[in-house]
């Protein structure tokens, strides 16, 4: 049976990372690796929608084309001539079950730690992680080169302009092109040290995926499987790493509790509206043991994260959730993490564990205090933390008997909130008051 249209894009967008890979190596820049990766899945596509036949390996196909149609090029250039006789070798027959990269890569395969091949993705993102490349462009440069994510999409999900982002994906090409020549997958050493910032991009694709689609629709939009199918190749390169690990927990844990994010009809539910009964327990249990080994080795960003995390995880009822502690490692998270996205959360831990011991009026003080904080917050030009205070400010106002005001909170947030689900969830409560 033929594949389905979103089963194609599925496969391209798993094999770009090999072909981008695997083009860089030839070409020796990021740049042509991504115009001729593009060309030729362009070129697949024509192939399977004309003879109506799947590709039987496609990265090895469209890295095959791409390979030829950039000497071609390079020859018509007269570039670099006097490589053009050792990279015209026989190819594979691009229509054939064969890998052009693993039988034709002038650098080899680059090693993980262990001294086993490396992940595309991972070898591509420790590139991405340069150090001669702005934390603000690693970001853009990883989603575009490991995920195949175009500029718009990018923008759309860090909240920047198009221009901003793409002008990001310009300096940070041009800052690896002119600080390293010839494209290079990092050596063992250097792969530890950009560890952080690979798990910090990871992070953030998670994040995205997280906020932004909270019930994908087909494997194509879950940015957070991705993001776990990376955690999983880092773990493997690095299995003692308590960060690794923790990163890996939190995603882990974050999907396993994903299905009850939503109702029936797609809209998003309050924490205490979670049907808990619809987590996937075998990720949970697997997510918790990452937690258990991240806390009982390291006291990083992502074990504390990690451990954050478990304690939602572990709750019967948002009434149960040992709201005390998790107030103590936001804290802890925020001495190791400052971040505003962090303070709001923090807040509002607070601000549960507030109102899980007594009613409004014995507590109103302390939570008017929380609330002039998350208004401060709410002005903020990180986009998350400033979402993430009015979600909290209007949630706030709704438990605590407030409901007109929570009302107007959430008419105005549902006109600037892209998650459909979420955008459900405001107009429903908005309704809902008096």
Known sequence: ????????????????????????????????????????VARAADHVRRSGEPIASLAAWCTSVAKRAWIDDHRRRRVEGRLAPELVAPEADPSSDTSA????????????????????????????????VSASSQMVLALRVVCGLSIP?????LGVQESAAAARLTRAKRALAEARGAFRVPDRAEQLE???????CVAGMFTLGHRTVLD???ALADTGAQALSIANAIVAAYPMDSEARGLRAVIRLGLARRPGRVDSAGTALALDEVDRGRWDRQLLAAGLDDATF?????????????AISGLHSVAATSQDTDWPRIVDLYGALERVWPSPSVTVARLAATAHQLLSRADYTT?????????????????????????DASLTLADLEWRTGRREAAAGRYRDLAEVTAAEPLRRFCLRRAASAP
């Open 363 to 387: 507590v109103a003080g302390e939570l008017s205090h929380i609330e002039a904080q998350l208004l401060r917050l709410e002005a903020s030009p990180a986009a998350y933390a400033s979402r």
């Open 216 to 218: 994908p629709v087909d």
């Open 153 to 157: 999409q990018i923008a759309a999900h």
């Open 194 to 200: 950009r560890l952080p910032v690979v798990l910090a």
């Open 1 to 40: 049976m033929p594949a389905t249209q979103s089963e194609l894009e599925l496969e391209f967008q798993q094999a770009w990372p090999r072909i981008v890979r695997a083009l860089a190596s030839v070409t020796g820049s990021l740049d042509d690796a991504e115009e001729y990766a593009a060309e030729s």
């Open 294 to 306: 991240a806390a009982a080795n390291g006291g990083g960003r992502f074990a504390l994260e990690a």
């Open 101 to 132: 990269m693993d039988h034709d890569d002038p650098v080899g395969r680059s090693l993980g730690p262990r001294g086993d091949a490396l992940d595309d993705r991972l070898a591509l993102l420790f590139v991405a992680c340069d150090p001669v």
